[in-house]
Every structure is written in structure tokens, then in C-alpha cells.
Nanobody, 115 residues
Framework: QVHLVESGGGLVHPGGSLRLSCQAS????????ANWHRQDPGKQRELVAQ???????DYADSVKGRFTISRDNTKEMVYLQMNSLKPEDTAVYYC?????????WGQGTQVTVSA
């Protein structure tokens, strides 16, 4: 049984920071590409950040320079550090692991950026 549990979402003022965490329970975690996606109601789900291995990362243009994805393979954790948050970053954020023909998703955590 695979479990992905996100945490760290909440309400923050514009310019603030949040750190999202994703705790995985999965065999061979290190082999998986880890992603953070987000979705706002009425909009398509968007790939925000991706990490392959421990240090190969990629970001959506909208978050480059503000968000940082990282992982700890020993703890089976994926993180998303979000700085300089903007109202347009408001969405449900989902953790996603992909590899070996598998595609696993967490339940999501709400991030709201508002004054």
C-alpha cells in the first residue's frame, strides 16, 4: 500500500513563505521522480516543480526563483519551499511520485495567499 501525505499548507499574506512536506510510504522511494502540482478551481492542474534523483530540478516559469523543491531519500520526504508568495499561488498543492509505470498522488494541501 502506497501512501503520500502532504502537510504545511495554510493561509499566508502576500510576500510570505510556506514549506510544504510530503511524507511517502513506498518501496524504492529514491527511484521515483517527485513532483509538486497545483490546481485552483476552474483551472487545469499545473506542474510546479520536479526533482529527479537528489539534485536535478525543474520549475514552472511562474515559480522560478521563488520555489525550491528538495527531497530526503532516507526519510522518504519531498519538500517545497515557497517564498515571496503571490495571490496567484493560491491552489491545492499535490505531491506526486512517478516511476516504473506507477503514478501516485497525495490528497493535496490548500495554500491560500491573501491579504
Amino acid at each position: 500500500q502506497v501512501h503520500l501525505v502532504e502537510s504545511g499548507g495554510g493561509l499566508v499574506h502576500p510576500g510570505g513563505s510556506l514549506r510544504l512536506s510530503c511524507q511517502a510510504s513506498i518501496r524504492d522511494f529514491y527511484m521515483y521522480v517527485a513532483n509538486w502540482h497545483r490546481q485552483d478551481p476552474g483551472k487545469q492542474r499545473e506542474l510546479v516543480a520536479q526533482i529527479i534523483g537528489t539534485d536535478s530540478t525543474d520549475y514552472a516559469d511562474s515559480v522560478k526563483g521563488r520555489f525550491t523543491i528538495s527531497r530526503d531519500n532516507t526519510k522518504e520526504m519531498v519538500y517545497l519551499q515557497m517564498n515571496s508568495l503571490k495571490p496567484e499561488d493560491t491552489a491545492v498543492y499535490y505531491c506526486n511520485l512517478r516511476a516504473l509505470g506507477n503514478d501516485y498522488w497525495g490528497q493535496g494541501t490548500q495554500v491560500t495567499v491573501s491579504a
